[in-house]
């Protein structure tokens, strides 16, 4: 209802202005539409930090999408904005099968790549850096069958759409965050952040084991949302964290979302010498 919506968009912009301190970029996913976006940033919660945003619509059939919000009033700019996605193969139940006879998008909700610009501040020069927001596979199709060999596949688009990204420019710097489906060491998450990928997994190497779940399903302690990153940004990272604010309250209808959310702060580098 209107008086629900209302309701919800409250939460969401007091979440992001309160527990998260109106930060520079926010990763959105389950966004229907930019009419629910112009809501939130309009909201009296988030209006005064002039978020913006980018939203592309993809084919996931509830009509989801994920979305890049950024501060406007901090001089952030943003640029290229476009979705990647691949083909792949699938069997005559869904699953994800190179011998299959039907060809398909890799991605139902393909990843927002977004190029961002945050001017520098007190002596620093600016960030230019590239942003996925992602929305994995969800864990079981609606037959029951595990969908871990899409998001692999999906792991491996995203990887070697980072990996083209620093052949064409090798300072390129890379965020990849977003709802992956998947825990820290499934094949999917390996995939995408060790052995010669050029990401790693931001979450694992700076928050406590301990802390490292954003959801709760029938009892068990899961983290689904993750950020990777490029070495050069691994190496400013200022802290990371959990914020345990939803996973551990399920059927709340209070909550604002059923994931918890997953906070990153970066440095930025020194401006060149005149």
Request: charged share 25%; proline share 6%; no cysteine.
């Given at each position: ?164 990204l620093r052949k064409k420019n090798p300072e ?7 709802d992956l489906n998947a825990n820290e060491n ?89």
């Amino acid at each position: 209802t209107p008086a629900e919506f209302a309701a919800k968009v409250q939460r969401l912009g007091g979440l992001i202005a309160g527990e998260l301190k109106s930060p520079t970029l926010v990763a959105m996913q389950e966004v229907e539409n930019t009419s629910v976006l112009d809501a939130l940033v309009n909201s009296d919660e988030l209006k005064q930090y002039g978020y913006k945003y980018e939203l592309l619509e993809g084919t996931d059939g509830r009509g989801i999408d994920s979305a890049l919000l950024y501060r406007s009033d901090q001089g952030v700019t943003v640029s290229n904005a476009h979705q990647i996605n691949a083909r792949g193969r699938q069997n005559e139940w869904g699953d994800f099968d190179p011998k299959g006879e039907k060809e398909v998008d890799v991605f139902r909700r393909p990843p927002l790549v977004v190029d961002v610009n945050i001017p520098g501040v007190e002596g620093s020069g600016d960030a230019n850096f590239t942003v996925l927001v992602n929305h994995f596979t969800s864990a079981y199709s609606p037959n029951g069958f595990s969908t871990e060999p899409w998001r692999i596949e999906q792991a491996k688009v995203v990887k070697q759409h980072v990996a083209d990204l620093r052949k064409k420019n090798p300072e390129r710097e890379v965020l990849v965050i977003g709802d992956l489906n998947a825990n820290e060491n499934s094949i999917a998450m390996k995939e995408l952040g060790s052995g010669s990928s050029p990401l790693r997994n931001l979450s694992k190497a700076y928050v406590p084991q301990g802390e490292r779940y954003t959801y709760v399903y029938r009892g068990s302690s899961e983290q689904l949302d993750h950020m990777f990153a490029t070495k050069e940004f691994m190496d400013r990272v200022n802290y990371a964290r959990v914020h345990h604010l939803n996973a551990d309250y399920p059927g709340t209808d209070e909550r604002p979302t059923d994931h918890d959310l997953v906070e990153a702060r970066i440095n930025f580098p020194p401006a060149p010498a005149a």
